[in-house]
Structures are given as C-alpha cells and as structure tokens.
C-alpha cells in the first residue's frame, strides 16, 4: 500500500528520495497527474513524498529572465501575461483540469507520449535546478531529460530567457481537439543575429523515448532565415537521427512520414511573422 | 413539408440549417395519427433531474458498511492450459479474506444463451482447465480494500503452459488450427445440430450467376468495436433478510442477470432482490452478466457485501466488445443494374467463447439480403471462435456489420456499372408484397422513400422513375411469389451434436455438492409441452402450425447426457432459428 | 495502516472523515464522505467524469491526493444547487436533452460552471475548450455545448450560480 509523506520544504523531499537517486521505494509526488495512475492501477511507489513547500509555486520575471518554480502549474503559466509566448504550450497540455494540477517540474519526467511543454524548454534553451543543490549555473535541461531514466533527479526551479518576438514557434500534432495526446509536438526557436538565425534550437515530442533535440534541422536552419529553401531543407531532414516509437497512438513510420510535414508547415507560420 | 413547430427555436450551436429532428410527415401520411403527446415534443426526460443533481442510483452509488472489493487474476496468455494455481502467498496478505476459485462456484458456467436452451455450455464463470484469451479470469480476491485486492491478485501464481493460439477467423476455421473452445470442435458455433454455419437458401444462386451480365465480389472486414460506456460494469451484492440476496447491478438486462446468477449459485431466484436500471451507458456491452453471479458468491462466502468492478483498462481488454466480422459478398448483376442473385459468405468472430455471437448471426441472416429483392440468395455465416476477448452484443448488433458491406458493395456494383448508386437502389429496392429471401412478405418498406431523401439532401440527381418510385407501387404479384426450385446442399455438416437438448458441458467444474445433473437451471415452471405460438396484432398472410420437432437421434455428444431430461424446445426461439418449409 | 484525518470544506460545509495512505479524492468523496455524485470513469485522468473543484479551480479528483486537500475547499456538483432551487446550468442540460445516461452530466456541470464562474459570457470555443477535459459517450457533445451558451447568452437570467 503507498505511503504518503507530507515534507515542509523541497530540500526535505530530495533528502527522502536521496539527492539526485529516487531510493528504489520512495518517489516525489508533484501534480500526481502522472503518478496518481499508478497508485490508483496497484503499481505506484510503496512511499511518495510531497511538499506544501510555497517556493515550488513562485513564477519570478525580471525582465528577460524567467524563473518557474518546479510547481507551478500550466494553469499559473496561462494566467501570467508575461508569459504569454508559453501560451500555445500550456494550453494545449491535457484539459482544464490536468491544466490545474500538472506542474512544469512534472512534465519534465513525464513519460511518453506525454512531456510537450518540456519540448517547448528544451528548445528555449531552458536550465534546471536541482532540489538541495547550490545557487550558480543550473544545469541544461538537455542533461536532464537524457539521464532521466538512468539517474532521475528532484528540481526546484527552470529558469530561460524570453525569446525574441516571433523566434519561438510550437506546434502539437494529436487526432482529437482541443485535448488530445501527442502524436508529436515541435518546438522551434530561431533567435536571429543581424537578420541570421544564430543559434537555432529545434526539439521533437513523442519522437522518442524522451523530448528530444533534432541537430539535423537546427544544422539546416543555422545560419539562414526561415525562407522557403530553408524549410524545404529543414523538412527532409526532419527525421534524421530520430526513432519514433509505435504505440496506440501511431506507428513509427506514420510518425516518420508527417514529421516533416508538420514541421514545415510550423516553420512557414514561422517565416511568415 | 418539414414540421418544425414543436421544435426549440435552435438551429444547433454550429449554425447548421437543419434542425435535430426533421419530421417528414409528407411520407405515408395516412398511415399515422399525428396527434401525437410525447414524440417530437421537448418533454424532459423523466430520469435527468436525477441526473443533472448527480443522485441517479447507478450501481456503484450505494453506500455498504464493511463493503469488500473483488478483483482477479488473469490470464496474461491468448491460450494455455492451466497446471496449477497456487494461492497459498495470497491467502496470508493484509486485509485479504476469501480467495474464490472454479471448485467455490455451484454451476460454474456461464452462458447466456443456454437458458434459453440455444447452444450448449461453454464458458466457465472462473477457468480451471485451460484459459482461452488475454484476460480470462481464473482466480477472485476477496479484500477489504480495492488496493489490497489488487496487491493479492499480484501475489497468486498460477502455473500455464502456453498453447498455440488463432487470432483470425478464416484460420481458425481450418483443419489444424487450434481448438479454442472445446466444446465446439473445429472452432465453429454448431447450428441446428447439423451445420457449422447457419444457411440461407432462397432460390438457386449458383444458376443465376452464370446467367449474369457481371459478377461482383467485395471483401469487408471490420475490428472488434468497443463499447466504452463512461461508467464500468461491475454489481454490488449484500445480504439481505430472510436468506435473500440483494444485488445492484449495471447491467442492461436484469432478468438476464437474475436468471444467469441463479442457475450459477443453484438458488432459486426468490433468493434474490436485484435492483437496476440505471445504466451508465451501455450500448450492448452491459448483457453479459459477468459481475453479478460473482459479487453474489462473494457476499455469500464472506457474509458481507461484496463489489465486483471492471476498472478502465478491464472495461476496454476484457469488456466485451461488438464482434469483428469479415464479409464477402458476390453479385450476378445485368447491365440494367438489377441484381439477379447474391451470395453471403460471413465470418462473426466471436472471440473465444459464444456469449451472444451465435445468436447475432441468426439475427444477420433474418435481415439478409438487405433492403432489396433479389430472386435468388445464399448466405453461409459462420460464428467462429478465436482466441480473442469475447464478443458481445451493441448498437444494432448483428447486422450493422453486414449492412456496411451490402452498402458498400453496391456502390461498387454501380462503380462497375457506371449507374448512380442511388438509381441503383431505388431499382432494386423491396417494395411492400414483395416476397424476402427469408421467405416473408415484405409489407411497410420504406427504403426507397430514404432514398429519395437521401438524394435531395445530398443534391443528387436521380432519374424520373426513381423520384416516381414508391415502396407501396410495383411489389408483389410475382415478386411475391416463393422461388420454383431452392437448391439447398449439405456442406458444413458435423457429426455428434442434438438439435435442440440442452446439455452441460463435460468435466469436474460442477462439483460442490450442489448440482445433480438432471436439475432444470431454472425453477420448475417451466412447461414441458409446447404453447401456443401467440399470435401477431396483424398476421402474416402465412401462418403455419407450430412444427413437432422431429424425433431426434440419440449421438453421442461432448458432455454426458443421458440422464438429462429430452426437452422440447421452446417453440418461441424455433421460428426465428428452424428452417421452414413453405 | 494508520488513516489520515482529513478537514475540508465540502460544498461550503466544514467536514472531516478519515482517508487511506495513498488514496484518492473521488474514493474519498464518496466512501469516506458519503457525496456519490463525482463518478468513476477511468481512474488514470482521461475521461473527467471525477471532475471536482478545488479552491475553485477544475481538478480530477481520482488523481488528486485525498490528503492534499487538507484545509482546502472542495466542490461536486451536490453543491450546484442552492436548496430546492437548481443551478442554472442544471436547468438549461434539462431543457436541452444534455444528459442520456447521466453519467458524465456532474462532471460536465462542474466544468461548466467553473467557465461561467470565470468568464460569465464566453465564445463558443471557450465553452468548447472548458469542457474538452470531459468525454460524453451519449450526447455527441452538441446539447451540452447548447446549454452552456443557452446560459451564458442570458436565457436562463444570469449566468451566476443560482439564487435563494
């Protein structure tokens, strides 16, 4: 039977479920949008850990600079017009009520084919930091995402930067609307330096087994502008390096066959602002 | 011409032009009184003030001090035989306090049909011998929580060995392939005694086709279809006074269920108080009564209430759903587009025991040919058993499969012909006094009125004489006359089962001490000569005498029934099933 | 396995019941509180038909911790009526067919009136998107969707929560 233990702060929780290693039997519960279905299905955790800790709600914008605390649910994030290029992102994660109780710390470790609006972070660049760890550099979040499996760890925080008007594009793919699961999401930031896209981030949702960055694309974009020569090399190469996974929602080779369909048609809106 | 007086003043929320309801009173406007009360008017329904307040009483909305939970062990195999099942880890977990296995249940079978004396018994209610699909219960957990259930159904081990499965009807069907269901050998559903399929024969389809201008064949094929309601199936069951037992249950047929749960706990059924009604959703997934006969036993093993619940993913993997089928359909069409014979061959997969399957293919070929008159027509179905989840019974079940093939099919005939698919149908479309392959006068038909709407509203433009058409013209005389010459044939005969006898299955499953062999599986009401056919409020022109079953030999068959009474069958089912002679 | 103590404000009314380690919010309800009217669809967050409010916002309580609600406000649709007189809301899916089997209607009401509570004349799409957390196996959606504007657009007085 699961057990349940209430912490007064994060730094509690990370001690619980020991520093960076979930210790076997003892899990951080957030939202519980993912975790309360194992628990209700027989196969949670036999310990969750949870914080009434106030920190892990605090939305802090400082300008360019933005601080999300752990917590802070894809509701809060809606209700911030500061953060309105996150918009596109959180409204369409799950429906209202999953939009209430899931947290961006959450959607980080969240399985596939769920996880879009991390893919909409790894492409902003954005940086973790972990629970009970110091104050400095956070880590990239692309570290996190890959060791995810292997050596999962607590956060406390996600900070990035604003993009640049117009520079960020997201696109979720899925069969019902408004609400449905992910076939695939696309995340695109094309920052641009003196008219050239420098530094081009490109990620893909449900295209793997976690939020995943597509050199390929980012290699066919950099330097450019989103012209159509650009997109029409962007999109054959969509899916290099990639291994979609089949599931109930779609094959492999379905998810091969729109990809670059899909991303072509976010990056001609793109182009088009 | 449209009625919409009695209509909200909506057009629907997307703007659309039509309304919700379009009442085209034009249509057999004599043949009705218009005055009508109910239909058409925006009457609430009586059941949704309790619905819009959230008090409706659906089965789980009952609250019970000391309720336990049942969950199962199941198979993870699509078909393995069962070597041994080792509950002992389970038996000492917290909060477990009864673990039921096949030797607890008095009668452990449970099928439906069989109480109406169609088909022999088939399924067990907990299996012991072998596991037949993904999903089969074998063993129940009894625990005061649901959490506990769950951890104590991990903790049972049962020991398989893995058989062969079929997945696929037409392999099923083939020498070799393996048995899924003991009881019917060669993996298809045994008909009248004598045939593995059930036959219609109206007329000689073989002749008609070499005569045809065109042949065309189709092949259709459709997935099992889930039902998901909103709300799971699943009963509660407590004791009552008296030595009874109350249940409240969701299923869509509660007498189905009382009968069903009485013949599986051998207790009369004025032991028990079932309580229903409120559905949450059902769509024909709520008729087999899964739940019930084991909340009961539940309750009356433990002596406290008992609920037995599919969750989510149960509803959808083991629920059962509509079965898939797979039709071919051939044509002998003429170049005027009249259909000249039609021959059926279908598959009804019924996954891996008959539940309701046999009868869907009973009730398919009463609606074959489909809306037309056809001189000659053939049809061969098969209910076929594989190592998939059970079928069962939704929406229109039994014939929306097929009608999507007819349908289809006839747009490829007028594909082949270049002709409008609507002229197509208006042409040979039954009309009223036409004689039907099932050997029935069609009377109040109309398919060709439908049509005609059908083309207005999709802008299509039909010939003169199909917009002159009426169901009411042109039929009968010798349209209505039965066929000079049936060719009938003996394909598909099998061996060593009785018509009609009702008969259980062979082996150790009934063994408490509860069920000697000659007991009735319902209390002795019932007659044992056949009554009177009650007649129709407008009778068919032809009514024959209900027929004597002719004596039938004595074979040997699967399960030992010599001691069983001979049994006549009930005459009600034996009109729609026997092969009448006119 | 010790039970937790669980203090609440259910519909306006401070309550308390004992809740297992590890259970969830819609169990809670109703077999540790008594209120049946949030129902079981799916246990995993799918299907809404558990939807429930917290502290005012739309939260899925057969994924919400029954203990996290400690010192919170929780509301079902048993807190929609005010006495004898129905919600709005409730009134319009009566005139509208909005419910067949009934099943999915309390967390459909509960997701309407969290819109109309927020944003008392909304769009269509908004009333679309509100409701997009709540699967209907009857209706086709459209009554429903009906009602809610038939609200929203004045035909049943204000779209506010019903008055004494």
Redesign the interface.
């Known amino acids: 039977?699961?057990?349940?233990e209430?912490v007064a702060t994060l730094a509690d929780a990370a001690r619980q479920v020991v520093g960076g290693q979930i210790s076997g039997d003892a899990v951080y519960?957030g939202g519980?949008?993912v975790l309360?279905?194992d628990?209700?299905?027989?196969e949670?955790p036999a310990r969750?850990v949870?914080t009434m800790d106030p920190a892990l709600r605090e939305v802090r914008i400082s300008g360019d600079r933005i601080r999300l605390g752990a917590g802070v649910t894809m509701?809060q994030v809606l209700a911030e017009a500061d953060l309105a290029f996150l918009h596109p992102v959180a409204r369409q994660i799950?429906?209202?009520?999953?939009r209430?109780?899931g947290t961006v710390g959450g959607n980080i470790f969240a399985p596939h084919p769920y996880g879009d609006f991390a893919v909409a972070l790894l492409a902003l660049g954005a940086q973790v930091t972990l629970a009970g760890g110091s104050s400095g550099p956070g880590r990239a979040l692309d570290d996190i995402l890959r060791d995810r499996e292997r050596s999962p760890t607590l956060i406390s925080a996600i900070e990035l930067s604003r993009p640049q008007a117009g520079a960020f594009g997201f696109l979720k793919v899925s069969r019902v609307k408004?609400?449905g699961v992910s076939v695939m999401s696309i995340a695109v930031h094309t920052p641009q330096s003196a008219g050239r896209i420098q530094g081009a981030r490109v990620a893909w949702g449900a295209m793997g087994p976690a939020p995943t960055r597509s050199v390929a694309v980012e290699r066919a974009l950099e330097g450019g502008t989103l012209d159509t020569a650009a997109i029409e090399r962007a999109a054959q190469v969509a899916t290099e390096g990639l291994n979609p996974p089949t599931d109930a929602i779609a094959t492999s080779w379905y998810r091969k066959e729109v990809a670059g369909v899909h991303l072509k048609r976010l990056l001609t809106s793109m182009g088009g602002r | 011409m449209n009625d919409m007086s009695n209509m909200p003043a909506s057009k629907g929320i997307l703007g659309l032009q039509n309304p919700q309801i379009e009442f085209r009173k034009d249509l057999f406007a004599d043949e009705r009184d218009e005055n009508l009360n109910e239909i058409g008017k925006p009457v609430r329904r009586q059941d949704i003030e309790g619905h819009v307040t959230g008090r409706s009483p659906f089965y789980d909305d009952h609250l019970f001090e000391g309720l336990l939970h049942m969950r199962y062990v199941r198979s993870p195999h699509h078909h393995a035989r069962i070597r041994r099942i080792d509950t002992s880890a389970a038996q000492g977990m917290p909060g477990v306090v009864r673990i039921i296995t096949s030797d607890d249940v008095p009668a452990n079978m449970n099928t439906l049909l069989s109480l109406l004396d169609f088909g022999l018994d088939d399924e067990p209610v907990l299996s012991d011998k072998k596991v037949a699909y993904v999903g089969e219960p074998v063993v129940a957990v009894v625990a005061l929580t649901e959490a506990q259930a769950r951890a104590a159904v991990k903790a049972v081990q049962v020991d398989y060995e893995v058989l062969p499965h079929v997945l696929d009807p037409e392999e099923a069907l083939k020498p070799g392939a393996p048995t899924v269901c003991d009881v019917y050998p060669g993996n298809a559903f045994v008909y009248h005694g004598k045939y593995n399929h059930q036959k219609l024969r109206y007329g000689d389809v073989e002749t008609a086709l070499k005569s045809a201008d065109h042949v065309i064949e189709t092949r259709h094929q459709m997935s099992p279809i889930e039902q998901a309601p909103m709300e799971t199936c699943g009963a509660i069951a407590a004791p009552e006074q008296n030595g009874r037992y109350v249940c409240y249950s969701g299923t869509q047929g509660l007498f189905f269920s009382l009968g069903t749960a009485a013949k599986v706990l051998n207790m009369p059924s004025s032991r028990l108080h079932f309580i229903g009604g409120t559905v949450g959703g059902g769509f024909g997934g709520k008729v087999d009564s899964i739940h019930e006969p084991l909340a009961i036993l539940g309750t009356v093993l433990t002596g406290k209430p008992c609920k037995s619940q599919w969750d989510r993913e149960e509803e959808m993997q083991v629920g059962a759903p509509r079965g898939a089928e797979r039709w071919y359909i051939t044509d002998g069409v003429m170049n005027d587009g009249r259909i000249v014979a039609r021959k059926f061959t279908g598959y009804f997969d019924a996954g891996a025991y008959t539940r309701l399957t046999s009868y869907a293919v009973i009730k398919c070929v009463g609606h074959l040919p489909g809306p037309y008159t056809i001189p000659n027509v053939s049809a061969d179905v098969y209910c076929v058993y594989t190592n998939r989840t059970p079928a069962t019974a939704m929406r229109g079940f039994g014939v929306t499969g097929v009608d999507f093939s007819i349908e289809a099919h006839m747009d490829q005939i007028a594909d082949t012909l270049g002709m409008n698919p609507i002229d197509l149908r208006i042409l040979n479309a039954y009309r009223d006094g036409d004689m039907k392959a099932h050997r029935r006068t069609a009377k109040n038909c109309a398919f060709i009125e439908c049509c005609q709407v059908v083309a207005e509203k999709a802008g299509v433009t039909i010939k003169p004489e199909s917009k002159a058409a009426s169901s009411m013209k042109d039929g009968g005389g010798e349209r209505g006359q039965l066929p000079a010459f049936t060719a009938t044939d003996e394909n598909g005969r099998v061996e060593g089962f009785e018509g009609w006898s009702y008969a259980k299955k062979g082996g150790g499953s009934a063994t408490t001490g509860s069920v000697p062999s000659t007991t009735t599986p319902t209390p002795a009401s019932l007659p044992q000569t056949p009554q009177p056919i009650p007649q129709p409020a407008s009778p068919a022109p032809v009514t024959p005498a209900p027929q004597a079953p002719t004596p039938q030999v004595q074979s040997p068959s699967p399960a030992p029934t010599a001691s069983s009474p001979k049994r006549r069958p009930p005459t009600r089912f034996s009109s729609i099933s026997g092969f009448r002679r006119r | 396995m010790a039970k937790k103590p669980v203090s609440f404000t259910h519909n306006g009314v401070e309550t308390a019941a004992f809740a297992d380690p590890g259970q969830n919010l819609l169990e809670f309800l109703r077999r540790g509180v008594g209120d049946l009217t949030p129902k079981y669809g799916c246990g995993q967050g799918t299907c809404g038909a558990c939807t429930v409010t917290v502290d005012g916002e739309p939260h899925l309580s057969c994924l919400t911790l029954a203990e996290s609600v400690e010192g919170r406000s929780v509301g079902t649709v048993a807190g929609l009526a005010n006495g004898a007189t129905l919600d709005p809301l409730q009134e319009a899916f009566m005139d509208h067919f909005a419910a067949q089997c009934g099943y999915c209607t309390p967390g459909m009401l509960v997701a309407a009136r969290v819109l109309l509570d927020a944003n008392p004349n909304p769009s269509l799409d908004e009333v679309i998107e509100a409701i997009s957390g709540n699967l209907c196996r009857c209706t086709g959606y459209e009554p429903i969707i009906e009602a809610i504007m038939a609200v929203a657009n004045g035909s049943y007085g204000s779209a506010g929560r019903a008055a004494l």
């Open positions: 039977m699961t057990q349940v209430t519960l519980g949008t309360m279905r628990v209700n299905a027989g949670g969750l949870r509701a799950g429906g209202p009520q999953v209430a109780m408004p609400k």
